[in-house]
């Protein structure tokens, strides 16, 4: 399986909701990480976990909170976002945790922010 | 700091054309990793390539090819005889050494018409 599965596809919330991003691996990968992308833009990293401890945060607003349950997991809880947050949101994985390895990406949450 | 310049942002060709995409880089890194990677209009990267900064060989691989030059700085991607699928927006990405972030260029976007 050399998968990274997203869910939802798309997402639809208003200023007040809570919701959160699943992100699913099962390549034994033992480093996770969540992108942001606006249209137009490349990926822009918000967290990395790896061996599921969080180990970069890119200054990030307390509004995105992430989680990694296991090392196959990752969640991205969702509170009190602003539209400017409306974007593409990317998970994806690697095998390591240095720069030598390549990045396996999930298709995305289409995230809109109302 | 690192950083990746692809000056070209969008590019149009015919099919069966060739077409070179230009991806400059910058660190002050001795060892780092270059990646290019392909992002078609459903929103998922795939990793095309990736090259270490000691291994200056070039690369073919079917239709691409992919030219390293560290006196120049840069790692440019060759599509011989474009195809329609070849569509999307490729990034040229840069990671240094034992450190997990990757640094994207901006994308050039390629469009391949029939």
């Known amino acids: 399986d050399t998968e990274v599965t997203q869910t939802p596809k798309h997402l639809v919330m208003g200023m007040t909701n809570k919701k959160s991003l699943k992100c699913e691996q099962h390549?034994?990968?033992?480093?996770m990480y969540w992108y942001k992308q606006k249209a137009k833009k490349p990926p822009e990293l918000m967290f990395v976990y790896s061996y599921e401890k969080l180990s970069i945060n890119e200054s990030v607003p307390s509004r995105f909170s992430p989680e990694c349950p296991n090392s196959s997991l990752l969640n991205l809880h969702l509170h009190a976002l602003q539209p400017e947050d409306s974007a593409l949101y990317l998970c994806a994985s690697s095998q390591g945790h240095d720069g030598y390895n390549e990045q396996f990406f999930g298709p995305g949450t289409r995230l809109t922010v109302l | 700091a690192q950083k990746v310049t692809q000056a070209q942002t969008e590019i149009s060709v015919v099919e069966k054309e060739d077409v070179t995409l230009d991806c400059v880089y910058e660190?002050?890194?001795?060892?780092?990793?270059l990646f290019w990677y392909k992002q078609p209009p459903s929103g998922e990267l795939v990793f095309l390539i990736r090259r270490n900064s000691f291994d200056e060989q070039n690369e073919i691989s079917g239709r691409y090819s992919w030219n390293f030059q560290k006196s120049t700085s840069s790692f440019n991607f060759t599509i011989t005889a474009s195809q329609v699928v070849d569509s999307a927006v490729y990034f040229c990405?840069?990671?240094?050494?034992?450190?997990?972030?990757?640094?994207f260029g901006t994308g050039t976007k390629l469009q391949v018409i029939p």
């Open positions: 390549m034994g990968h033992r480093a």
């Open positions: 990405a840069l990671s240094e050494g034992g450190y997990q972030k990757v640094t």
């Open positions: 660190t002050r890194d001795t060892t780092y990793y």
